[in-house]
């Protein structure tokens, strides 16, 4: 960890004031991400602005009959609301599904967005990563990339995004908040997250001024047939090697609507619309889960270690899908 | 000062203490944060270091530029090979208790970087912060040169090692022909094995405090499982008396191995210490956890041939494992399959393969831990091939003596482990047939294998001091790294002179108390017990004589076997209301305190004779999801046989945890090497996995009963390697019967089980 | 010669930080990279809060921070200002031990006792919470707390124990 200053913030205006023009500065709130990596060095900022008392923590209803989930809401907190539980059942399972009950007591709604990649060459700084130096070359490619992505990766950089909350919140087509120096603006889940292309050290399409206020989740939750699955190398407290979040509308065993979303595959949450698409009119069970589930996966490609994970994408999301709809497949 | 070793006690006294479930002594501490660790003694002024690692596994350090770092304020020094003070010169003095053949690593002694993530500066700072920082400041320009880390591309380029360390046995002369059998055999096995790297990873990170007092001598708090190893070794390397250096480390949490040989942090701050004459703390960072010993990676063969009947015919079990460059680590992988199992045709083979690693490390039950399981699921894959059951294949080839050398093991209750823990377990209710148990989309399986660890003894003092007050305090330099060290000792002493345990106080971790060996192999109990043992007897042989000399007393004229102790009490043992307390005893005598010291030497003429080992028979459940290929271990019994337990409640829960310790190794544990760096890549405990509250479920542990007379005075063998044994095959077993997919790479990750079930498809 | 970052700034200043520590209101002059971990065991000497890994991955450093249980290393202490602590030497009420560092002596559920205070003040965090009803509960609830002496079937019994008797 190198030197910084502290602030604390009382507003978020004055949050948004104290990162004007000062590209080192960062913002904390929960420190589960930030401060971990600013120990292994992976992150350097000069300044860390104190978020963490600004009035975002609640959860509150919307006008379309949504929840808006505050930016600095617990990550705990949000998983056991009442209405969370009730009406975004996937949501909830995907946050417990995540870290350990400690950390999800400290980490922030708006923070796990802004998470970043566990790869271990991005923590390691004695090896190359073009996100932590960009220009160094990424070690995965040639390295140990067993954890590593298999869709929509490039030759710069093969890290996933490691959220659970993220790939529910991607399925869920949720809103994300945002405030900044030009005005408060709303981001599509789907486009909040980036691929790595030829800039893998730029994450997300936040600007580097603006602050996570809100998440909005729409009235549609799919509380009757959805579910979070996650697969990792212990019971608990692992990240994902594939992490399935699907959501189905079903009328008379057929299917109206669907949603699949997946984690530990990809540089951001991997929104498959075609898939969906696919699985719309179709019969709730086994042959269209699967069918879907080959889409998802055509173009993956695996690296030294981790080709494993497209046969296991695939086998998560049929599981996933007929756990969500309540049918029995293997 | 060397006790005649007496008749073991078969018959105990009531009120006795060993064999007692006592709750730990330390045990108020340690809940309640008051038992201080390496890292939590202090001192005025106390400076704190942090290491700068090295980015190249193997070349030469060119340049070292600490400017930036020594210009801030509050920085004090930056240690460097160039400007390191003079060390110790040779190989011998650099030599710890634990060290094998070679040339020990020798942190900045020069440019020369022999391994990843070696040390190659020390910054020293005001703060723990402001060293981290500055040690991030530290520019290191390395000539790199080619290196080698990949067991599997080397592993042709090897050598046969000698007696390269301390209890190490290289195989035995092969017996009959092997290679001729196994080609002849009716049925037969021929395995491939391989396993990991893995890492001790302790939860307390490595860490020495120096204490620097103003006449220069030092009182040093390090993480170690020998306080005497480290105290010679620091007084050897850096020159220093003998008298001025005091090592303590009275709470070690959590070793496994990792604190046998001294480690880099404490050479680090010590070298601060003394050249900044100031107090200094250095403590490793948890990546710089995987910058030291490890268990080494292996590959093995074992092949087996059998007729019909399932009579072993044929055992061939050759072992490849790394080693650095710098020395000969070497751990007994394959001579235990030729001691679990009779066969006339047997050929052992063990060989090292140099690589640019540190030098590997004893991590619990080293050897046996990656030998044993992979003899153990050939014996799997033998049974199922000849349709028989994996006990009774056990059993058909039981020995009660040791095919290796002969010699009749001096107890062995294998047999009876097998018994009552298949009665346990319900082995009986086992259909043979893999995937023949299924709920739902989990296929569940029931796998066996057995266990066997050395029963070692080796010579330690002890010294019992007996006050007045019936108070009794027994010390030796051995350590409690979670074994129950301190409250089994209490027991033993409590014992001898019938005292409850809180009147005995036990003292550790400390290199001025008498000698005791370093804690590792399962051998504390049996040599230092044995000591205190000793020890305490004196004490009471002296009570007794001055008991018997009270004239008009209860007991004047008393014989020492007519007397038994109890409740702080002589008693006479053919008239119990005959008593006098030890207080009384004493007064009468004039006696304020009676201090006794004694070494134990085993007992060598009759440990010549025979065999000596702990046994265990494991029986696990697996539960596997087909889809996803995930394991859940969900029943697991350890039978183990290891002569006397002194304490029940801290004997099973080192069973129960080297158990855990097992389904680590079968399923999680493996440190991901990247060759082209030649580095360790996940250098965490978020990314290097151990088990979870989530991964443990139902652990059953018997005790089964062994009398043991030759093993030492206690008959008490040691339970700290013997758990782990057998459990990686009994749950690699159990997966194949679950799943019909025999995974012979551990650990048995998801991605191999998948692909097991893809091939047994046909897909 | 140019450091790669370009500069290296001196050592932040340090700041007041007022925190309540086991009940009594303390306040610290640390610097702001000083973890409330390392507030504690270096700055109050309260060492009974153990550094396991300093990056959140083993649960060591477990505090009751306003009641809930949170890892002490990945905050800082002056994010933590105002704020009520509880480490592991503040859970005994004198001589008599919380009814669950009673049951993890009678259970055996620790071994060199090192992520013990963690593990102590995560179960307090966690009965606090209601949220566990079975020994699964239990075990996933926990699973922030590593034990590498593999205590885990003793610390759910434990647990277990002291929820049976209507928690703490």
Known sequence: ?330 | ?763 | MPHPMGFAPPPPEVMAVTLTVNGVETTLQVAPWTSLLDALRLHLDLTGTKKGCDHGQCGACTVLVDGRRINSCLTLAVMQDGRSVTTIEGLASGDTLHPLQKAFVENDAFQCGYCTPGQICSAAGLLAEGKAKTDDDIRELMSGNLCRCGAYPNIVKAIRQVMGEGGA
Not at chain 1, 81 to 92: A, K, N
């Open chain 2, 1 to 763: 000062m060397i006790a005649k070793p007496s008749i073991p006690d078969v018959l105990r006294e009531p009120g006795a203490q060993i064999g007692k479930p006592v709750s730990r002594v330390d045990g108020r501490l340690k809940v309640t944060g008051g038992a201080k660790y390496a890292a939590e003694f202090s001192a005025p002024g106390l400076a704190h270091g942090y290491i700068v690692s090295s980015t190249i596994a193997r070349g030469r350090i060119t340049r070292i530029d600490t400017s930036a770092a020594l210009a801030l304020p509050g920085v004090l020094h930056v240690f460097t090979h160039e400007n390191r003070p003079s060390l110790a010169w040779f190989d011998r003095k650099w030599k710890d208790d634990d060290a094998p053949k070679g040339s020990p690593f020798r942190p900045l002694y020069d440019a020369e970087i022999i391994h990843s993530l070696q040390p190659v500066a020390l910054v020293v700072a005001e703060s723990f912060e402001l060293a981290r920082y500055a040690a991030r400041l530290v520019q290191v320009e390395y000539e790199a040169a080619p290196h080698r880390t990949d067991l599997h591309a080397h592993r042709d380029d090897t050598f046969t090692p000698g007696k390269d360390k301390g209890g190490f046995q290289p195989p035995p002369k092969p017996r009959g022909d092997a290679d001729r059998a196994l080609a002849e055999a009716e049925v037969s096995v021929d395995l491939e094995f391989t396993q990991a790297t893995e890492h001790h990873n302790p939860m307390e990170m490595h860490a020495s405090t120096v204490i620097h007092h103003e006449d220069g001598t030092l009182a040093v708090y390090d993480k170690t499982q020998g306080a005497q190893n480290s105290h010679s070794w620091i007084c050897n390397v850096f020159n220093l008396s003998k008298s001025d250096v005091r090592v303590l480390s009275p709470f070690v949490g959590g070793a496994f191995g990792s604190g046998l040989r001294p480690q880099h942090q404490l050479f680090m701050a010590v070298l601060a210490a003394t050249q900044l004459k100031r107090s200094v703390r250095v403590e490793l960072s948890r990546p710089q956890m995987f910058s030291f010993g490890h268990r080494p990676e292996t590959i093995q063969r074992v092949a087996l041939g059998a007729r019909k009947d399932g009579t072993l015919t044929a055992l061939i079990h050759e072992a490849v494992q790394e080693s650095s460059q710098n020395e000969n680590y070497v751990e007994i992988v394959v001579n235990w399959s030729g001691q679990q199992y009779k066969c006339d045709n047997v050929r052992l083979d063990y060989k090292l393969c140099r690589l640019d690693v540190h030098t590997p490390l004893d991590q619990r039950a080293p050897g046996a831990a990656t030998g044993v399981p992979a003899l153990e699921i050939a014996m799997d894959e033998l049974a199922h091939k000849l349709g028989m059951d994996p006990v009774e294949l056990r059993l058909k080839n039981y020995t009660d003596t040791d095919p290796n050398t002969g010699k009749p093991f001096s107890s062995k209750e294998l047999r009876a482990c097998f018994q009552q823990g298949a009665e346990r377990f319900g082995w009986a209710k086992r259909n043979p047939k893999p995937r023949s148990m299924r709920e739902g989309r989990q296929l569940i399986g029931w796998g066996m294998a057995s266990g066997v660890w050395d029963a070692m003894q080796g010579q330690a003092v002890a010294k019992a001091t007996l006050g007045v007050d019936g108070r009794l305090t027994v010390g030796s330099a051995t350590a409690d790294i979670g074994t129950g060290t301190y409250t089994v000792m209490t027991q033993i002493a409590a014992d001898v002179l019938g005292l409850s345990v809180k009147d005995v106080t036990f003292h550790l971790g400390d290199s001025s108390l008498p000698m005791a060996p370093i804690e590792g192999g399962s051998w504390t109990v049996s040599s230092v017990g044995s000591a205190v043992k000793a020890a305490c007897d004196r004490v009471r042989d002296r009570l007794v004589t001055a008991a018997s000399k009270m004239k008009g007393g209860p007991l004047a004229g008393i014989g020492n076997q007519e007397v038994v102790f109890a409740d702080g009490h002589l008693v006479a043992k053919a008239d119990p209301s005959r008593r006098v307390s030890i207080t009384d005893v004493m007064r009468a005598s004039e006696l304020l305190t009676i201090e006794e010291e004694a070494r134990s030497v085993p007992y060598l003429l009759a440990r010549s004779r025979h065999a000596l080992g702990t046994h265990s028979a494991i029986f696990a459940e697996v539960r596997v999801d087909e889809g996803l290929g995930t394991v859940q271990v969900t029943r697991v019994v350890s039978a183990i046989a290891a002569g006397r337990i002194i304490n029940p409640k801290t004997a099973r829960s080192q069973i129960m945890g080297a158990v855990v310790w097992g389904i680590g190794m079968a399923l999680e544990e493996e440190t991901f090497t990247d060759h082209t760096l030649g580095r360790y890549m996940n250098h965490d405990i978020a990314e290097y996995h151990i088990p979870v509250n989530a991964d443990v479920h139902d652990i059953d542990v018997i005790f089964v009963e062994e009398h043991d007379e030759v093993v030492n005075p206690l008959g008490a063998k040691g339970v700290g390697e013997i758990g782990i044994v057998g459990v990686p095959a009994a749950i690699a077993n159990a997966i194949f019967h679950a799943t019909g997919v025999r995974v012979c790479d551990l650990p048995i990750t998801v991605d191999k089980i998948l692909e097991g079930l893809r091939r047994n498809r046909g897909d």
């Open chain 1, 1 to 330: 960890m190198r030197a910084f200053t502290y602030s604390r913030a009382d507003t978020v205006e004055d949050a948004v004031r104290a990162l004007a023009g000062n590209p080192d500065a960062r913002f904390v709130a929960g420190g589960t991400n930030l401060l971990d990596l600013m120990k292994a060095d992976a992150m350097r900022p000069a300044h860390l602005v104190d978020i963490s008392r600004l009035p975002l923590d609640r959860i509150e209803e919307t006008e379309d009959g949504g929840l808006r989930l505050g930016a600095l809401a617990r990550n705990a907190d949000t998983a056991w609301d009442e209405r969370v539980r009730s009406r975004y059942p996937m949501l909830s399972k995907a946050i417990l599904a995540g870290a350990s009950a400690q950390l999800r007591n400290m980490a922030t709604n708006g923070g796990n967005l802004l998470q970043r990649t566990r790869c271990y060459y991005f923590y390691d700084s004695g090896t190359p990563c073009n996100k932590r130096e960009p220009g160094s070359g990424c070690g995965a490619l040639t390295g140990v990339n067993r954890i590593h992505a298999i869709l929509g990766a490039s030759e710069h950089c093969i890290a996933v995004h490691p959220s659970d909350l993220c790939v529910a919140l991607a399925a869920l087509e949720a809103t994300v908040r945002v405030t900044g120096p030009r005005g408060e603006r709303t981001i599509p889940f789907a486009e909040f997250h980036r691929l790595p292309g030829d800039t893998p050290h730029i994450d997300t399409t936040l600007g580097a001024d603006e602050i996570v206020t809100a998440i909005d989740l729409p009235a549609r939750g799919f509380a009757e047939h959805s579910t979070y699955l996650k697969v990792r190398d212990r019971a608990s407290y692992a990240f994902a090697l594939v992490s399935v979040a699907a959501a189905l509308e079903i009328e008379g065993g057929t299917i109206r609507a669907a949603r699949l979303a997946l984690g530990g595959v990809a540089h951001k949450p991997w929104r498959d619309t075609e898939a969906e698409a696919m699985l719309v009119g179709k019969p709730a069970e086994a042959a269209s889960f699967a069918a879907a589930a080959q889409a998802v996966l055509r173009g993956a490609k695996g690296h030294a270690h981790n080709a494993f994970k497209i046969p296991l994408a695939e086998r998560a999301i049929v599981r996933a899908l007929s756990e969500a709809a309540g049918v029995q497949t293997p």
